[in-house]
């Protein structure tokens, strides 16, 4: 098992609520991690029929049956288990009682504010971050990340990267859509995540994608969000806070899996991947999407959006997630760094209202340093510090003077001059 940065976090909220709840997509590793965190505990996989159906029959005598330390597999498929788990909770008050997984967010997220608000931690498991993959394979490299993706069992089992993708469909599909919406032909709904993937990194045109499949435009709607729901993907608003341009209303969209993108674009190779067109766009949508998983992997619920104004002025990420530690960042895949990657960073700087600000360029070269107030990072180097931790011999400039950072970068009062 490759070690999950969750895997602590986790431990700290079964200490803290009774009951503890991991969503995420499929394959992600909710059940491993669980199981390897709380090894302990008893387990029960709903997803079984003859246990789920004994669970829908006596959801009281159901629960009351399990010990007080038990992980619970895919709970949102008996959502009248909720109300006997929260009686149980109240009646034994004690800590971490039980832990439930779930791969469909919105069904398990509304049996929990329903039913058991105040008394559970939540906590969300995307696939691997670049940082876990790095620390169980040093030798790989970023671009065989990008285009395999970051699903637990390409690394632990070696699936071919095209048979676990092929199969992840149909299982999605099988499972997961056709059981929730009308989804009559799934050819059409494989044409539709093929719209969604040429589409990526651009804004979402509902319209568009509703006559290139061939499907109403209230049902574009309805598949983007049990897609999103199911974290395939994410729509990601534009940036408006107290903002006086007119700025973009519309979302962009993103995969939270670029394995998975590729896959849908037949991008089978490195060589197929840096001649495409879409390079420079799954290329941002890697960054977004390890923007993501930082933020879950704390225990965060991720604040992040892009900025496009009227003036043609635009940014791909704003993260406000902490707000004394906001994030304003320029994407560009180039491996040449030019000094026009920094020209919108400071503008948007400057019109986003923002005070504490980490004002960033992440590009496809290498090193760490500093172009007009904005901080220069290397791809590898972005994706495997913390933007909260050590940015060692870092230097910059601060009021004409150059410094070096030997801590944290939001610390300026440890700053030491070079």
Not at 35 to 52: G, H, K, M, V
Not at 59 to 68: K, Q, R, T, W
Not at 99 to 112: A, D, E, H, P, V
Request: proline share 4%.
């Amino acid at each position: 098992m490759i070690q999950r940065e969750l895997e602590a976090w986790l431990r700290n909220l079964a200490g803290w609520f009774p009951i503890v709840s991991v969503t995420g997509p499929r394959q992600s590793g909710k059940s491993t991690l669980v199981q390897a965190a709380f090894s302990e505990y008893d387990c029960i996989n709903l997803e079984d029929p003859a246990t789920r159906e004994r669970a829908v029959a006596d959801p009281s005598g159901f629960v009351a049956h399990l010990s007080n330390q038990t992980i619970i597999d895919e709970a949102q498929y008996v959502p009248n288990l909720f109300p006997a788990l929260q009686a149980k909770a109240d009646q034994e008050k004690k800590k971490g009682q039980f832990i439930l997984t779930g791969s469909q967010n919105y069904l398990l997220s509304s049996s929990i504010k329903e039913s058991l608000a105040g008394r559970v931690g939540i906590a969300r498991l995307l696939p691997l971050s670049y940082l876990e993959i790095k620390s169980a394979y040093s030798d790989i490299l970023f671009e065989q990340v990008m285009l395999q993706g970051s699903y637990p069992g390409l690394y632990a089992d070696n699936i071919p990267v095209n048979i676990f993708y092929s199969n992840y469909i149909d299982t999605y599909i099988t499972r997961d859509v056709v059981g929730l919406l009308d989804v009559r032909k799934e050819s059409q709904f494989r044409a539709f995540l093929k719209a969604c993937a040429a589409r990526v990194g651009n804004l979402v045109n509902y319209s568009d994608l509703s006559r290139d499949v061939g499907i109403a435009l209230p049902t574009v709607k309805d598949w983007l969000s049990i897609l999103e729901a199911s974290y395939v993907v994410k729509q990601l608003p534009a940036y408006s806070r107290n903002i006086s341009k007119r700025v973009a209303k519309s979302p962009k969209l993103f995969f939270y899996d670029t394995g998975l993108l590729c896959y849908l674009l037949e991008l089978t190779n490195v060589k197929s991947l840096y001649s495409s067109p879409y390079y420079g766009a799954v290329f941002e949508n890697y960054i977004i999407s390890e923007q993501f998983k930082n933020r879950f992997n704390s225990l965060l619920v991720p604040d992040i959006y892009f900025y496009r104004d009227d003036s043609k002025i635009e940014v791909d990420m704003i993260d406000v997630t902490e707000a004394k530690e906001a994030i304003i960042c320029e994407i560009k895949s180039s491996q040449t760094f030019s000094q026009s990657f920094v020209r919108n960073v400071n503008r948007v700087v400057n019109v986003s209202g923002l005070t504490e600000v980490l004002p960033a360029v992440v590009y496809g070269g290498e090193g760490t340093f500093e172009c007009n107030d904005v901080y220069i990072y290397g791809i590898n180097e972005w994706l495997l510090k913390r933007h909260d931790k050590e940015l060692s011999g870092m230097s910059f400039t601060i009021d004409g003077r150059r410094y070096r950072c030997e801590w944290a970068i939001t610390d300026r009062d440890r700053y030491k001059k070079a």
